[in-house]
């Protein structure tokens, strides 16, 4: 069955440095998404990503955050100037249809020292 | 603002028992989703239904939109059942919502002793 696919799984960086979060999402599938999830709380929506531009973003993602679909099959999030509190795990997570299952990755646990 | 809120927080079981979770939110909203996610991180899929009830193997996941709750039943539970499951609704459009980004609830962790 295809997969989301998530690297690194792990990504250790200094505060201040600017961090890509890769996934490839599922081939046919035309909505992204990227979520996180702060250890020991709630999953929480950052971006949605439609048609080669974003459709929505949260609070969260602020004009630190940006993200990109370079080629046919890459979609990352990248940080730019990363701080203690972007430690989290990130989710990326694509869809056929914005009303059907999303499919999520194994996600890239991000810490900032 | 939509809350989606999760009961039991935290629930053990015996090897064997029938679990039920509980999930309720506050506003309308266009499907609900159940999620497991496994303890090293990643997060599964198990349903999304936006009226009455799906069974798949031994789960089976019920709504009712006008209680505005839902609920995950797990039969015969088994520790490889262990892991935290999570209830996400996604609000329609015209309530403030978009293109399918969900909201979360915070997880009921579930541990299946033998």
């Known amino acids: ?113 | 603002k939509n809350e989606v809120e999760q009961s039991p927080q935290n629930l053990t079981a015996q090897e064997g028992e029938f679990i039920t979770i509980n999930c309720s939110y506050s506003v309308g909203i266009s499907a609900l989703h159940w999620l497991q996610q496994h303890p090293g991180g990643g997060i599964v899929s198990l349903f999304m239904l936006s009226s009455g009830k799906k069974k798949h193997g031994r789960l089976i996941a019920t709504i009712n939109i006008q209680e505005k709750h839902s609920s995950l039943h797990i039969t015969a539970s088994h520790p490889r059942d262990s892991a935290v499951y999570i209830c996400a609704v996604r609000v329609p459009m015209n309530y403030g919502g978009s293109q399918g980004n969900l909201i979360f609830g915070k997880g009921t962790k579930l541990s299946v002793k033998p």
């Not at chain 1, 990109?68 to 990352?76: K, L």
């Not at chain 1, 989290?88 to 056929?96: G, I, P, W």
């Open chain 1, 1 to 113: 069955e295809p997969e989301v696919t998530q690297t690194p799984s792990h990504q250790v960086t200094q505060m201040g440095q600017e961090v890509i979060l890769r996934c490839v999402p599922i081939s046919n599938h035309l909505y992204f998404y990227w979520y996180r999830q702060i250890l020991g709380q709630k999953v929480e929506f950052l971006v949605s990503f439609y048609n080669n531009e974003i459709s929505e973003k949260s609070e969260i993602f602020d004009d630190q955050f940006s993200v990109e679909r370079p080629d046919g099959s890459n979609f990352t999030l990248k940080i730019r100037s990363t701080k203690l509190e972007d430690s989290a795990m990130y989710f990326c997570a694509s869809t056929t249809y914005y009303n059907q299952p999303q499919h999520f990755g194994d996600g890239t646990r991000l810490s900032i020292l």
